[in-house]
């Protein structure tokens, strides 16, 4: 099934949600960029700070490279050996960087192309134990790294070389991470070299993380904060407008029914949408043209009325005009028979008799045309009545008649209802009447039953009469038609066409539900349940 | 002689001799005058002999010339006409003429019965009603 909604409704939903998203989106991104330039800033502080500490071991290095290079021109001379003496023990002392803990070792090379006694340890003032002692290019790292041939390897090339590993520090058994340089003196002698613990550097990283951290976290709230401000201010924005369309729109609903209603173009000032001002216009034209329409109608059903006026006051005047000579005939018959009854023999007086009973047959031909012409024509009201005590009322209407022929009429539990109490009367009385004229039975027994569906009540008037022919079924409502030609049996034959008619007008129908020749018959007819209202048929 | 006279209004000569013969089988014996139209029987009423003997008015409403409404407008604005009561004997039934007709100052209303033996009794009942009930004297 479709589903109907509100336009304006569907569309604040929409904008509102698609604001947020875009909101919580953005500000994901945000974040997402802070923690990546964070871990850029990071990786940029480390490399520059390790490369701060890089210079300062290049320098501490080269100075000494430099004074090495110096006492080596001199040292061939023997009388200088104090002087080297002295340089060693200014080593064994000499500490440099921020914390004075970085320091100078020197290797004595002996074969730069590697191999298990590829150099001497010449000095290291931490390490007195090695002093003098052969090292190994295959020597490893805690994490198994060969850092010595990665340094011979860069020595060979440049003379010169930076290496990462990790080594144990003086007092700390457990290895840590280090960068050494390592530098070869001008004779290719003596390898000159010194390290920096970087775990040391790490925790002066962290601090200076920490501030950037911190830094980008204080932007990201300045940015969080803007974004929900816009998309706050951007709801409000739009929240606004559309409060302005809903207001147009119900203005314009306001000035539409008021049209409708009213029958009236749409006057307005106060809508400034172009779209509405020419659906406006549009609407115009159509009303305008509804309204020559209706009042065409209006004219045209005033005709109608004036017509069905005439026509009513014509077919009075027909049948009241009508009547006038068949009463004449009628009665001037009977005062003949009455006044010269003796002077006739049987044959003329059955004459008479014919005459009379075709001018009253003719009398109530024209009283039933009458009525039938009125029940469709006059404005009908609709009360609630008491089906049983209608039925009551045509009970004691018939009473002598349903004395004569020792009928019983059985009815109970019938509701009250929306009808004209006249015409159900009517209804009612010709049913029972006629089931009570065509009963050739003894003890002619009538029922009256009731049933009742979402739409109609329905009721069922049940006799052991006659019964009617199948093909007589449906011919019986007509006008001046007799289920029986029986000549004894009075009646005009417009009966059940009246009863059919004041059916219809309540919106309903009639029909024989069942009959057999000899055993009786059923007739069923309903009422709607929605006449509760006046109506103008 | 009996001279509390019944004034028949009535165009149709059929119902005049219905009526007649319904007053004659009555005990009573009135004379009987009939015009044909309202006119007339303003005129008949204009004479003050009849007016003084004339006891009471049959009045058809469908006459040519003058018709029964018209007359009973009239009798409004006639004071000594408005003591006769006037019984509407008509074969109308439409309920505008039976509420228009009370309205002018009817004083029965009557449907001519289509039953021969119904309009005699009916002549009769009215007869006995307006003329004889009318001459009981008052009790005082």
């Known amino acids: ?537 | 002689m009996n001279e509390e006279l019944i004034l028949i209004v009535e165009d149709n000569d059929d119902d005049v001799l219905m009526i007649k013969r319904g007053l004659k089988k009555g005990k009573l014996g009135n004379p009987v005058h009939r015009v044909t139209n309202g006119a007339e029987a303003l005129e008949y009423l204009n004479n003050n002999d009849n007016l003084s003997k004339t006891k009471l008015i049959l009045l058809d409403l469908n006459m040519e010339i003058m018709n029964g409404f018209e007359f009973l407008h009239r009798r409004l604005d006639l004071p000594k006409v408005k003591n006769i009561p006037v019984v509407v004997l008509t074969s109308s039934i439409r309920e505008n003429d039976i509420q228009k007709a009370y309205d002018l100052g009817c004083n029965s209303y009557v449907e001519k019965p289509l039953d021969p033996k119904k309009f005699i009794e009916a002549i009769l009942s009215i007869e006995n009603f307006w003329i004889y009930f009318s001459r009981i004297p008052e009790v005082s």
Not at chain 1, 299 to 306: A, H, P
Request: hydrophobic fraction near 40%; glycine fraction near 4%; include cysteine.
């Open chain 1, 1 to 537: 099934m479709k589903e109907n909604y509100h336009l304006i409704k569907r569309i604040e939903k929409l904008v509102i949600s698609l604001v947020l998203i875009i909101g919580v989106i953005f500000i994901a991104i945000i974040i997402l960029k802070g923690i990546n330039f964070f871990h850029k800033k990071s990786s940029l502080i480390r490399t520059r700070y390790i490369n701060e500490q890089k210079i300062l071991l290049k320098n501490e290095v080269d100075r000494i490279i430099l004074r090495m290079n110096y006492m080596n021109n001199i040292v061939k001379r023997e009388k200088i050996k104090p002087i080297i003496k002295n340089f060693l023990n200014f080593l064994k002392s000499y500490r440099f960087g921020k914390n004075k803990n970085n320091y100078i070792f020197i290797l004595e090379l002996l074969n730069i192309n590697g191999g298990d006694k590829f150099a001497k340890m010449f000095f290291n003032p931490n390490r007195h134990d090695i002093t003098g002692k052969y090292i190994s290019d295959k020597f490893k790292d805690a994490k198994g790294k060969e850092f010595r041939k990665e340094f011979l390897k860069g020595l060979r090339k440049d003379g010169e070389c930076f290496v990462e590993y990790w080594y144990k520090k003086i007092d700390n058994p457990k290895p840590s991470p280090k960068v050494s340089y390592f530098k070869l003196t001008d004779d290719k002698k003596y390898i000159v070299a010194s390290g920096v613990y970087l775990d040391d550097v790490e925790n002066k990283i962290n601090l200076l993380q920490k501030k950037v951290k911190q830094d980008i976290i204080n932007e990201i709230i300045t940015v969080i904060i803007i974004v929900v401000f816009t998309v706050i201010m951007l709801i409000f924005i739009f929240s606004f407008f559309i409060n302005n369309i809903k207001k147009t729109i119900n203005i314009f609903m306001e000035l539409f029914n008021d049209a409708i209603i009213n029958n009236r173009e749409i006057k307005q000032s106060s809508i400034k949408y172009l779209e509405l001002i020419n659906i406006i216009e549009d609407i115009n034209v159509i009303l305008q043209e509804k309204i020559i329409i209706e009042n065409e109608l209006k004219n045209k059903m005033q005709e109608i009325t004036n017509i069905n006026k005439k026509l009513e006051n014509y077919s009075y005047t027909i049948s009241h005009d009508l009547k006038e000579p068949i009463r004449s005939i009628r009665t001037f018959s009977e005062f003949i028979l009455e006044d010269y009854e003796d002077s006739f023999d049987d044959e003329a007086r059955d004459y008479f008799s014919r005459i009379i009973k075709a001018s009253t047959k003719m009398a109530l031909m024209i009283d039933d045309l009458l009525t039938l012409s009125r029940i469709g024509r006059i404005n009908v009201e609709f009360s609630l009545n008491s089906i049983s005590k209608i039925i009551e009322n045509v009970k004691d209407t018939l009473s002598q008649k349903m004395k004569q022929t020792n009928t019983v009429l059985e009815f109970n539990n019938l509701p009250e209802i929306y009808c004209q109490k006249t015409w159900m009367y009517t209804v009612f009385l010709n049913l029972i009447s006629n089931a009570i004229k065509y009963s050739d039975n003894e003890n002619t027994v009538i029922e009256i039953f009731y049933d009742e569906s979402p739409d109609f009540y329905e009721f069922s008037v049940k006799d052991n009469g006659k019964g009617i022919e199948k093909e007589q079924f449906d011919k019986i409502f007509g006008l001046f038609r007799k289920a029986h030609q029986d000549k004894n049996i009075e009646g005009s034959g417009a009966g059940l066409a009246i009863v059919s008619s004041v059916i219809e007008q309540h919106k309903g129908r009639i029909w024989v539900a069942w009959s057999e020749i000899g055993k009786g018959t059923i007739f069923k007819f309903t009422i709607s349940k929605n006449l509760n209202s006046k109506e103008n048929i």
